[in-house]
């Protein structure tokens, strides 16, 4: 009897390896995209830091903004190399004045240009994928705005020279 039960638990071990295999690389892939994730967002939060840093000392809509934001400086291409699938694209400028409403008609100077207290770059329609094997799963993410007050606007103090390139 005892004979015939030894052949009968023979493939077991097989089984419940398969098992438990499968199980831990479910919580070992999980474990890795979460942490992914929390490093993609948060380097869009410090994306959108940069971009309004930048922002606040350069021209009104200059490409450096969103260059910086992205983490390309070079200029070559508008891809961030960092981040897969952020571009200039999804960087948005607002010049907001003391209540912290968006300022439009700034472009020409005169009295809207002077009322901007306060820039806000954030990031917009940025699509996070999910890298899990046999899931296309994707996610649209939140904003992530930055607000700074303004510093020069690109207007330098006398004697001064500024460079936003």
């Known amino acids: 009897m005892r004979k ?8 077991v071990a097989t089984v ?3 098992i438990v295999g ?20 948060n380097m869009l939060q410090e994306a959108t ?14 490409p450096a903004i969103a260059r910086a ?6 200029g070559s291409g508008t891809d961030s190399p960092i981040i897969n699938g952020l571009t ?15 300022v439009a008609g700034y472009a020409g100077g005169g009295a809207a240009y002077l009322s901007i207290q306060f820039v806000r770059v954030q990031i917009v329609n940025f699509r996070h ?9 994707s996610f649209t993410t939140r904003p992530y705005p930055t607000v700074m007050p303004i510093e020069s ?10 460079s936003c390139t």
């Open 88 to 102: 200039a694209a999804n960087i948005d400028v607002d010049y907001l004045d003391i209540a912290g409403n968006p």
């Open 129 to 137: 994928q999910l890298i899990i094997p046999g899931l296309d799963i």
């Open 153 to 162: 606007l690109g207007i330098p103090p006398v004697g001064q020279s500024t």
């Open 22 to 41: 499968l199980v831990a690389f479910v919580i070992l892939f999980g474990v890795l995209e979460v942490a992914r994730m929390m490093f993609t967002l």
């Open 69 to 74: 934001a992205i983490f390309n400086s070079s």
């Open 16 to 18: 419940e390896f398969a």
């Open 4 to 11: 015939f039960l030894i052949k009968r638990q023979k493939g």
């Open 49 to 62: 830091r940069r971009g309004a840093r930048m922002a606040a000392v350069c021209t009104v809509d200059n």
